[in-house]
């Protein structure tokens, strides 16, 4: 895959960039040798054997060496001599290969590194990301954060300074676009402005960070990655619902689903061991290629269509590599063969699909239904609240309630651990010897092991209490995706010996899933507690004989938990011990003993948490809100009903098909050798739990913690996200043809901390955007547009305009008329009338929405792939025909067109219009609102002079023509004003659509 001649000078100037070198400094073989080789030779001296030319190698060092390289001799060399040569017939690369002669800078770097030895290594991008220390600099004031370390090092380097800070108003636009892909509200700003506090910033990234939108803004990216679309693409390109996809997409990104377990469910969800719906929906990764249902169409065709997009889309998106360029012969430039594309290609062998036909769509509970779910929503909303509401009758019979407790039938004692240790993180003790877990820390297993002295004569039984967990996905005690909890074994010790357990039970289990696998001694069976909202459950374990001891200190007691299966560990969790005969069971006693604990303690001794947790308590029981409580069950009920009507597309595993190689790609060529799923070799070899490996084994090896891509190509797209552009500026491509990295020590520090911290993209994105290098103002002077125009240097901040969906959820927000329900089935704004009329098979219409999901989020839209919305396509979205890393930036005369005309933005500008009427005071008090809402800002006396001069333009004009004024009241589906008031509405509906069109309104600073 030849990369053009734009593509090759960018690479060389950031060869150049390097540094500036000495005849003494070391030359980098990976970043400043490969590169040129790569650019001009590998074509026909690289890994290709077809296309190879006289027996000449240079990718490879034996191979160089015994034909053009002389080690120590650069002169000698007959690489050297053939590039700085003066003749047409023996210069290299040949006139008439499209490849420019070398400079003499990198002739020079040839020779310096032959005379050096001609040392080869390993591509940057197949090594694993090295930790490198984090640069001292001399001037650390500017620095805030270790990225800032990195990128000042190299502005040092290059004798530049960091740009100014961008003012407050800049920064809040800037992140709330970036967070959230919303403007944020006037308000918001103002407030942000104000806060003098020194957290203010970081606590205005929290706040964005924390909000629903965030998952929204992550998904138009990774929508564009995956190549999601409600229609199938070929042919008639028919619908084809996925919506549960996208949703499951954006409440991975809110509950900031570590990315390895993103990956894993989206690549082999199905597979997992007890799929729940959520990694059932989110397996839809793999059947979200374009299909067909044309009559005419080859089976085997199409199953050899389908198997190589899905190895291109896989290696685009998770290894940054062009795999797909070896389908149909071994890679020209990077170590991939043909064998390499067509053995990937066989794990996604077992996909059950319709090769030529109709999808076959199943229905998954826990599906969101937008507008059903908004009206449930609220009244779930106004029931909780009334459950909540503090009134003196509550009070009194919360303290009568209190009294008549009566003592526990079964007497438990907490335990407050002496010490805690676990293999991969820690839990630290809160009070009432509560154990809870940081977030971060959330691996697949876990083994914890808790030390307490036990005080009490007697014990005969042990229970672990799995606390409800905010952060967890059902707020139950589970962190796993859809809030389990699994324990695979305890055990019990004192001094050292181990305590025979009799017997195990539980408050909630699945059938298959029993408590007594908790004591059977195998570490490869668990109880796996039921999925529970905002609910504890407890685990109890009988001793065959109870520990006695009358030492007034008590006994160590030592008990080993573990749990565990895809982070399904316990967030929070708390022991409690008994010396009641046996056999126990689960009974109210146990319930109860933490709320017997509060009870003792005098009311106006109890702390906020006790309070709160004993209140909850009683409002659940209590016969005063029976009513409320009852109804409230009713509408959960129902919104699960409501859940359950939903269908999607998933991975289904069948019978493995037979993958051979294709000769050149010929799908009717049946010569090829037969393959079973592999990586690529240069990877080496992946050993698995069966004969054959499988998508899981894949989606495992693709997320282990020493892949030497994974971390690296989703940071670097992380960073282009917040910065406009990647640290590799080829974010489809690491291999030798992409870019070098502009920083290579600080995206192998960001990727090997980003896995060190559970692959938390909240984490590092919060790590990106608190650093003083995101802080920059975007302003750039001449003199370093001039030295660095790509700011490769990072000496700035980047601008750029908004996504096609931003573009237009902004106007939106800004009128007012946003819509900005979560989730939920594609909606159809205002789109031009027979668009959609060359559509066959059959024919369709495009019907508008009319009620709220017209002023849905454009993320929402529906995405057909032949005719994709002409609004979204002015402003650069993709077909989604193909996996899409990043969007082209256009600025043409149709973008300005349809902000202007495009129905949605006129009634934009007319809904804002009357909001700016409604704003008492002046003209000048009103643009000064008009200005806060849009670009977050009071305008300068110019451009109040421009906007004062347009307003009494158009007001003469619609004065002259009361008609056309009435007739802008007609365009949407929103109100219209009177028709006294339409003169003076247009007019300011026409300065509306002015500043709705501002480039700097469509443009993140």
């Given amino acids: ?91 290299m690369p040949p006139v008439g290969s499209q490849k420019p002669a070398l400079s003499d800078e990198e002739i020079s770097l040839l020779e310096r590194w032959i005379e050096q030895g001609a040392k080869y290594e390993r591509h940057w991008s197949l090594e694993v990301p090295r930790r490198e220390a984090v640069p001292q600099v001399s001037d650390g004031n500017w620095c805030r954060n270790p990225v800032d370390r990195f990128v000042y090092a190299r502005l040092k380097d290059a004798e530049l300074v960091p740009s100014p800070e961008g003012d407050r108003r800049t920064l809040a636009r800037r992140l709330s676009f970036d967070l959230t892909g919303l403007p944020p509200s006037s308000q918001e ?62 409440k991975a990104f809110n509950d900031n689903l570590p990315y390895d377990q993103f990956v894993r469910e989206q690549v082999a969800g199905d597979l997992l061991p007890g799929a729940t719906s959520g990694q059932l929906i989110a397996s839809g990764f793999n059947r979200l290629n374009m299909t067909t249902e044309e009559g005419g169409a080859q089976s085997k065709e199409y199953r050899a269509i389908y198997q190589a997009d899905r190895v291109r889309n896989f290696s685009v998106i998770f290894l940054g590599m062009t795999l797909g360029c070896a389908q149909c012969h071994d890679h020209k430039f990077d170590p991939f063969t043909t064998r390499d594309f067509y053995s990937l290609a066989a794990f996604f062998s ?65 335990l407050d651990p002496n010490t805690t240790s676990s293999q991969h993180g820690a839990y630290h003790c809160d009070a009432d010897g509560i154990l809870e877990r940081e977030y971060s820390s959330n691996p697949t297993r876990e083994t914890t092991q808790i030390v307490a002295r036990v005080t009490t004569p007697r014990v005969t039984a042990v229970c672990l209490e799995l606390l409800t967990d905010r952060l967890a996905p059902l707020h139950g005690p589970g962190r796993s995706a859809d809030g389990s909890v699994v324990i695979r074994e305890i055990t019990l010790s004192v001094g050292g010996k181990n305590v025979p357990l009799a017997r195990a039970e539980a408050t909630a289990q699945q059938e298959d899933k029993p408590a007594d696998l908790v004591i059977d001694g195998k570490d490869d069976t668990a109880w796996l507690g039921a999925p529970k909202t905002a609910e504890s459950q407890h685990l109890i374990v009988e001793l065959q004989k109870p520990i006695e001891s009358t030492d007034p200190e008590g006994v160590l007691l030592t008990v080993s938990v573990s749990g565990g299966s895809e982070r399904a560990i316990p967030g929070r969790m708390r022991l409690w011990v008994t010396g009641a005969p046996l056999p126990l069971g689960i009974d109210e006693s146990l319930v109860m003993a933490p709320f017997h604990r509060i009870v003792k303690i005098p009311e106006a001794e109890r702390s906020a948490p006790q309070k709160k947790v004993l209140s909850e308590f009683f409002r659940q029981r209590t016969p005063l809100l029976v009513g409320p409580r009852k109804r409230l069950e009713e509408l959960l009920a129902k919104r699960g009903e409501l859940e359950a009507r939903g269908t999607t597309l998933v991975t289904i595993s069948e019978k493995p098909r037979m993958v051979r190689i294709l000769p050149r790609g010929n799908w009717m060529d049946e010569s090829g050798e037969v393959v079973t799923p592999a990586i690529p070799g240069v990877f080496g070899e992946l050993s698995g739990q069966s004969d054959q490996l499988t998508r899981l084994d894949l989606a495992r090896w693709v997320t282990s913690k020493d892949h030497p891509l994974t971390a690296r190509v989703y940071v670097n797209r992380l960073w282009k996200l917040m910065f406009g552009s990647g640290l590799v500026r080829t974010l489809d491509d690491f291999g030798t043809q992409g870019r070098p990295p502009s920083h290579p020590e600080l995206l192998d520090w960001l990727a090997a901390e980003f896995v060190d911290k559970g692959w938390d993209t909240k984490y590092l994105i ?28 990072l000496a700035r901040q980047n601008r750029f305009r908004l996504e096609a969906e931003m573009v237009r959820d902004n106007a939106l927000a800004v009128s007012g008329l946003l819509v900005r329900t979560i ?147 007609t365009v949407g589906s929103a109100p219209a004003v009177g028709e006294s008031a339409a003169v003076g509405h247009a007019a300011w509906t026409a300065v509306a659509r002015t500043l709705l069109n501002l480039h700097e309104t469509i443009t993140r600073n």
């Fill in 766 to 793: 919060r790590l990106l955007v608190t650093s003083a290098t995101y802080r920059q103002s975007s302003v750039v002077p001449p003199a370093l547009l001039a030295r660095d125009p790509e700011n490769e240097f």
């Fill in 823 to 969: 989730g939920g089935a594609s909606v159809k704004p205002y789109q031009p009338v027979g668009y959609w009329e060359n559509l066959q098979f059959p024919k369709r219409k495009w019907e508008h929405d009319e009620d709220g999901n017209q002023y849905r989020r454009g993320l929402y839209t529906f995405w057909c792939r032949t005719f994709l919305h002409p609004a979204l396509l002015a402003f650069d979205a993709p077909t989604r025909e193909e996996c899409t890393v990043e969007r082209p930036r256009s600025n043409t005369p149709l973008a300005a067109l349809v902000l202007l005309n495009d129905p949605t933005y006129v009634e934009a500008a007319r809904v804002f219009a009357q909001r700016i009427l409604n704003q008492p005071g002046t003209v000048e008090s009103r643009l000064s609102f008009a200005f806060r809402e849009v670009l977050q800002r009071e305008p300068s006396q110019a451009e109040r002079d421009v906007l004062n001069g347009m307003l009494a333009e158009f007001y003469d004009q619609y004065s002259a023509d009361p008609a056309a004024a009435a007739q802008i009241q």
């Fill in 189 to 250: 700003v103002e407030a942000f402005v104000a806060n003098d506090a020194s957290t203010a910033y970081e606590d205005y990234v929290d706040h964005l960070l924390d909000s629903p939108h965030f998952g929204e803004r992550m998904a138009i990216y990774w929508l564009d990655v995956v190549r999601y679309a409600d229609t199938m693409g070929i042919h008639s390109d028919n619908f084809r619902p996925h919506f549960p996809f996208r949703d499951w997409v954006i």
């Fill in 350 to 414: 077992d996909v059950a699909e319709v090769a030529v036909g109709r999808q076959v769509v199943v229905t998954l509970p826990k599906i969101r239904h937008n507008k059903q779910d908004e009206l449930l929503a609220e009244e779930i909303a106004e029931y909780k609240e009334q459950l909540d509401v503090e009134t003196p009758e509550l009070a009194t019979a919360q303290r009568a309630w209190e009294s008549s407790l009566e003592p526990p039938a079964i007497e438990w004692t907490v």
């Fill in 1 to 91: 895959m030849v990369k053009g001649l734009g593509t090759f000078c960018s690479l060389v100037i950031s060869v150049l960039f390097v540094g500036q070198v000495t005849a003494d400094d070391p030359v980098d073989f990976s970043l400043q040798i490969q590169p040129i080789l790569a650019g001009r030779c590998f074509a026909c001296h690289g890994p290709d054997e077809k296309s190879r030319k006289s027996g000449l190698r240079l990718d490879q060092r034996e191979a160089a060496i015994a034909m053009a390289i002389q080690p120590g001799n650069g002169a000698a060399s007959a690489l050297v001599k053939r590039v700085r040569s003066a003749d047409p017939e023996q210069r």
